[in-house]
């Protein structure tokens, strides 16, 4: 089974602290992604990498940066939080195949900036 | 641009009472559509993919089906432990494995 993991289930942060979010996945996949989901807006993707050291912008990257050091870790960065990036944070992962490449996510963290 | 639009925003349903869920979808070339499951507070759980018009996956209670034009997933005799909220998503042509989702049903099964 495919398993992806994030370090935390929740969080409380201030506004302008540094926020890590981590996220690893355990079946040598290519593909990692970081999403937002707020009620009525669903699920938006904030960015996205296909390889190590890659990176690509989804819809919403302002207020993030990404790091992927290792091809199994991808990890969101608030620079600098604000109140408007409370949300839950879901992290995913895919193969790159032309069958059986959906994306499979971790259990998400609920993140509050106070 | 491609959209997906799920109907309705919201199902009751008694226990046992079939129905299905809809996935209206616009896109200029379909890669694959995607099914999944969200249980309150925790991550979409992968249900099922669907290629090419008249594909259909099974599993327990579940059925998904795809057109050219849309996909339903039927639910057959529900029980109460269906209740979630399902997601579709599609992958467009060329889109790198970036899927566009759509807002959901949200599913409650009374006893």
């Known amino acids: 089974d495919v398993k992806v993991t994030q370090s935390s289930r929740y969080l409380v942060k201030r506004t302008g602290e540094k926020v890590f979010l981590e996220c690893v996945q355990d079946?040598?996949?290519?593909?990692m992604f970081w999403y937002r989901q707020d009620p009525g807006l669903g699920l938006r993707l904030i960015y996205f990498s296909y390889d190590v050291k890659m990176k690509e912008k989804g819809d919403i990257p302002e207020g993030y940066s990404v790091s992927r050091e290792k091809k199994e870790r991808f990890s969101l960065i608030l620079e600098s939080a604000s109140t408007n990036q409370t949300s839950m944070y879901l992290c995913a992962s895919s193969q790159t195949r032309v069958r059986r490449n959906e994306q499979f996510f971790g259990p998400g963290t609920r993140l509050t900036v106070l | 641009e491609d959209q997906v639009t799920q109907s309705p925003e919201a199902l009751r349903l008694q226990e046992g009472e079939s129905s299905s869920l809809n996935c209206s979808y616009t896109?200029?070339?379909?890669?694959?559509l995607f099914w999944y499951r969200q249980d309150p507070g925790k991550g979409p759980e992968f249900l099922f993919t669907?290629?090419?018009a008249g594909e259909e996956k099974e599993k327990e209670r579940l059925k998904a089906t795809l057109t050219k034009k849309e996909s339903f997933l039927h639910i057959t005799a529900p029980k109460p432990e269906d209740s979630a909220t399902y997601l579709c998503?599609?992958?467009?042509?060329?889109?790198?494995?970036?899927?566009?989702f759509g807002g959901g049903t949200r599913l409650m099964v009374k006893p």
């Open positions: 998503a599609i992958e467009p042509l060329g889109a790198g494995n970036m899927l566009t």
């Open positions: 079946m040598d996949h290519e593909n």
């Open positions: 896109v200029s070339g379909l890669r694959g």
């Open positions: 669907l290629y090419s």
